[in-house]
């Protein structure tokens, strides 16, 4: 059985380094999908965060569209260029496949985002909420106009719920050319050192 030299199996271990480490400096931004059911209404896009899991903060947001639709097919979209995204509170967690609620967290806290310019005023908003809350109705809120409007819709939640779901993506293309890349250095050394050691093989037996 052949063996490697050692310098060899440096510079292969360097290539399956650097290789593993560009693959994940991809993959940390995840993207989850809202589809969530309020009453007759709903609130349907995407949140990608920068892949923190545990208590998700607002700086942990990286952008979000979303489409509010309340009774009668009042909508609003909103987006982290015409709105702003509030958490209160330590109710929302991340894990690597869904964005959850507490609705029975007592800590008051709520999560909501809400257009540019109306924060508190009671109009535009998609808000979920703990109970005791005073910035929007316990449980899960789609105001896609104001709060006293027929089109908005409520309705009470308990217990931990999922609020979005992963998005299951491949690697992305600058990704898969790493992969390629590095797997074709290591074929290459490996070629280099098998020629090494049946030349040497067969200078060993000439002499």
């Known amino acids: 059985m052949n063996t490697l030299t050692r310098p060899v199996c440096t510079m292969i271990l360097a290539v399956a380094a650097c290789l593993a480490g560009g693959v994940g ?22 949140i990608e965060t920068d892949g923190v899991t545990g208590v998700l903060n ?7 569209d979303l489409v509010l639709t309340g009774a009668g097919g009042v909508t609003n979209e909103l987006t982290n260029t015409n709105s702003a995204f ?7 967690t991340a ?23 109306y924060l508190y005023s009671g109009y535009y908003y998609w808000c979920n ?3 005791g809350d005073f ?3 316990e449980g899960a809120s789609v105001v896609p106009g104001s709060y006293a409007d027929p089109s908005a819709q409520y309705e009470p939640r308990t217990g931990v719920q999922s ?11 600058s990704a898969w050319a790493l992969m390629i890349a590095g797997l074709g250095a ?16 067969s200078s060993a037996a000439a002499v």
């Open 25 to 46: 400096a991809y993959a940390s931004p995840i993207t989850y999908d809202v589809d969530q059911s309020i009453g007759s209404g709903s609130v349907v896009g995407t």
């Open 58 to 64: 607002v700086s942990d947001i990286l952008s979000y």
């Open 135 to 137: 910035a929007c109705a």
């Open 95 to 117: 894990t690597s496949q869904a964005i959850l609620y507490d609705y029975n967290a007592e800590d008051a806290g709520y999560l909501s985002v809400q257009q540019n310019g």
């Open 86 to 92: 509030t958490n209160f509170g330590s109710d929302v």
């Open 163 to 173: 609020i979005a779901t992963a998005v299951s993506s491949a690697p992305e293309p």
């Open 129 to 131: 909420a703990a109970a």
């Open 186 to 201: 290591i074929g290459l050394l490996l070629r280099r050192a098998n020629n090494g050691v049946r030349f040497g093989a």
